[in-house]
């Protein structure tokens, strides 16, 4: 079979997915789940493979990215699988010279601020990233019915790390920007929708059923700043994979305020955090959308009982949406026992088996 024919098999086996389907507002045999951050941090042999290997290198590994994407749909039975990678991966690929430090994060060593910084954010090309490419191929054809979730981070998101040099509390650098040299920001915004957009399709083309943009930082904003200052470049991402006919998830944390204009960027499905009722972010969303979300991540410290209650609380407040993908409302927490979401896995498919 050529290269290409594989590819749209491995699509096509996955077209009918659970998360698929609830991506595309359809009717699903049971709620799809998985979670955001489910590869790596809490799973013991996830961090028995990585042993001796950087996170930044591991990610230019396709088999040792192959391996740690598929630990958790193995372990906990989801619905759908997401690559292995990070979202400074496309940065550090057009040579921007970046770390990922342990207990830390990304590290950026000279951080973009100026102009002539700009220029070091050049086009990214499929050729960049072969190990994206090469990896992808490797899962689909392993995965067989089960879905791939390609991502990107989204361009605020990625520009807080490259202005601030690393991770940040209150992003003032790049506020300072975004409000001081609002030219200077919507250029960095651009070249960042390019090189996102960029990344999207290549894991897209390798095989990818759906993507992620996770603006995880964007909660940051006010809606008005959001709308001018940010909306059109992660707009832009989404127009440029739209032809594909993937859905395309957007992410942020502490996003109640901005879940409206965050679907109007593009998104088919709008991911929640935990600190807005589903039914509430329905409304804030508008119809047309499917929504993803959106239990505490915390609430897995528990115990069992909470974790149901908890869990029974989001499918209750999901009931009437159009299409639903249960997740937690931001990442695993790397503390977290992985049998207690191998359990809550079991747990959403069992109360929603139709
Ligand atoms: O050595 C290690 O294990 C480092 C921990 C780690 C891991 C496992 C980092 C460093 N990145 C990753 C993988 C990763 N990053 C995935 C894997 C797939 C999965 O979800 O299972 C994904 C989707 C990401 C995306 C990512 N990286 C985001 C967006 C998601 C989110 O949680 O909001 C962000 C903000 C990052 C930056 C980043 N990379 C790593 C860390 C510790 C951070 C956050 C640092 C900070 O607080 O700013």
Request: charge should be negative; glycine fraction near 8%; hydrophobic fraction near 45%.
């Amino acid at each position: 079979m050529s290269e290409r024919s594989q590819l749209q098999t491995g699509r096509t086996a996955a077209h009918d997915s659970a998360f698929l389907r609830a991506c595309r507002r359809e009717p699903v045999p049971h709620t799809p789940v998985w979670f955001m951050r489910q590869a790596g941090r809490s799973l013991p042999e996830y961090r028995k493979v990585r042993e001796g290997t950087a996170m930044l290198e591991s990610c230019m590994r396709p088999d040792l990215v192959t391996e740690i994407t598929l630990q958790p749909v193995r372990r906990h039975n989801v619905d759908a699988a997401i690559f292995f990678s990070d979202i400074v991966v496309p940065l550090k690929a057009i040579g921007i010279d970046l770390d990922i430090k342990p207990g830390v994060g990304p590290v950026v060593a000279q951080p973009i601020r100026s102009r002539a910084d700009l220029d070091r954010l050049r086009p990214l090309d499929a050729d960049d990233v072969p190990y994206v490419t090469e990896a992808i191929g490797m899962l689909t054809a392993e995965l067989g019915t089960t879905p791939l979730i390609g991502f990107a981070g989204a361009p605020f998101t990625l520009a807080s790390y490259l202005v601030e040099g690393g991770p940040s509390r209150n992003h003032e650098h790049t506020k300072a920007l975004m409000y001081g040299d609002p030219e200077l920001w919507a250029d960095l915004l651009d070249r960042l929708a390019d090189i996102t957009a960029a990344f999207l399709k290549v894991q897209i083309e390798a095989g990818a059923s759906a993507v992620q943009l996770f603006d995880s930082w964007v909660g940051a904003l006010a809606p008005a700043d959001y709308r001018r200052s940010v909306m059109p470049a992660s707009a832009k991402v989404f127009d440029a994979v739209a032809g594909y006919g993937v859905p395309r998830i957007h992410f942020g944390v502490g996003t109640g305020e901005l879940l409206g204009l965050m679907g109007e960027a593009g998104a088919d499905v709008v991911g929640v955090d935990w600190r807005i009722p589903m039914d509430e972010a329905a409304r804030r969303v508008g119809p047309g959308k499917a929504l993803q979300g959106n239990l505490d991540p915390a609430v897995l410290f528990a115990g069992h009982e909470a974790v149901e209650t908890k869990a029974r609380e989001v499918l209750d407040a999901a009931e009437k949406l159009e299409g639903h993908v249960f997740n937690l409302g931001h990442g695993v927490l790397p503390t977290t026992d992985p049998d207690a979401l191998t359990r809550l896995v079991a747990y959403v498919h069992e109360q929603t088996a139709r």
